[in-house]
């Protein structure tokens, strides 16, 4: 009888599809709309939105920096939980990545969902009355998303060639779809914007010059935009697949921050140059608006289109990236057994481990079939936004603490070696990171609701117990069979 060889993830991914990966997971919904509706959010940010982004990004680059040297020493799939599980605390790297995992499970759904809106747009646009009017029935947009989540979960289990097949065109599409909006800030101004706001619907503006600082205010919005910047830890969870992974995955977690950053600027400066501060404030009180629906006052329809379509792929894009994350994350609490171990099987062909995608693919539709019923999706946002800010922040507190909680593996960071460099990206990723946590729970607390679950934060620690609870059975079951535990999570997992 022929004895089945165990397969295993295999090291495929070079330094495009790395970066692409972390790229495609933070553009999304934040840079067409998050800029725009949080003068509804944060009432009175008004002219203050781009140096609002820029600070945002502080404690993000730091949380970058973090995950890049951690990333050198301990190249493995799931990595956030292999680097605080190995260089914090087991219990920690678990309870942080699950609710980190159920957050963007939820998410994923919640996407796919908010992108058929964008798709009917673009074939209203395109005086395809019939399709955009079948697209706001209920059952075909639920359908639709569930579609768009079960295709990307087909190209995952089919490896790495093939997830790169349809990530990488995409994002080069995003990327010059999106440019139109960048060139238009060089082409056109307020002045342009005003004339065609009175041109197509009749109506004029006055608009406002400058309103006064408010540093509350000013931190509020940050800690709001910060959500931009969530997506470059998904470089990390694909650890297990990257080639030369030292160099490549610190060098692809920095490449998506800051090339997404640069472009998010450049994208949110020019729809601000373009259309006046206070009519985008004034507008947002009343409707959702976005970029491609500001910029229509003033772009020809046929660039207008191309904005739409930008932005539908754009969300997209999200979706096989954010599966690969949260599929690996699974694939490691299994090897470790923190998971049932069914979850780490890989499939014999592809090297992909298809059960975890497939439980991913299931977490997503619920996520689905939640936004359409509950009508309200942002709560698995705010749910997202706070796990990830936890998990930065745990990153942070790795970076700091692992010398003296694993120092053999601490020895094989190979990028950013100085210890004195790594402590002060640390401590200053714990201070700005607790700040911005602090400061978006008081925000969800203090938000005024019609009940108490559609506040983010009782939600999270109700996972959090849930993610307790998981964790404290499968430590128990594993002590019993294994008196090497301590010294097991000291290692790294075989690959």
Known sequence: ???????????QMGLLALT?????????????????MIQRNVPGIGPYVLPAFAFAAIPALFAALAYGILASAMPRAGGSYIYASRG??????FVASFSQWFGLSIVIGVIAYVTVPFIRDVTLSLGWEEISNGLEIGWIRVSIALSLIWTFVAVNVRGVKSYERILLPMMFLMFALGGIVIAAGLLYDSTDFLTGLQEKTGRTFEPITNINFDWRIFLSAAALLFSSFIGFDSIAQAGGEAKNPTKTLPRAILLAIVGVGLFYFLFASAVYH???????AEEAMVKDISAPGLLSYVLPSGLGIAILAGAAIALINDLPAMLLSVSRLMFAWAKDGIFPKSIAKVHQKNNTPHIALFVAGTMASIGVLGSHYAGDFFLGIDIMVTSMMVNFLLMCITLVAITKVNPTLSKQISVLKNRTLQLWIGWLGIITLAAFLGIHTFKDLTAKTSAWYFHSTPIWLIVMGVASIIFGVNWRRLKRKNAQLKELFSNLPEE
Do not use: D, E, H, Q
């Open 274 to 280: 373009i259309v006046p501060w206070s009519f985008v």
């Open 88 to 93: 914090l605390n087991p219990y920690l790297g």
């Open 1 to 11: 009888m022929t004895k089945t060889i165990s397969k295993k993830l295999t090291r």
């Open 20 to 36: 692409a990966t972390g790229v495609c997971s933070m553009l999304g919904a934040s840079i067409n709309v998050v800029p725009f």
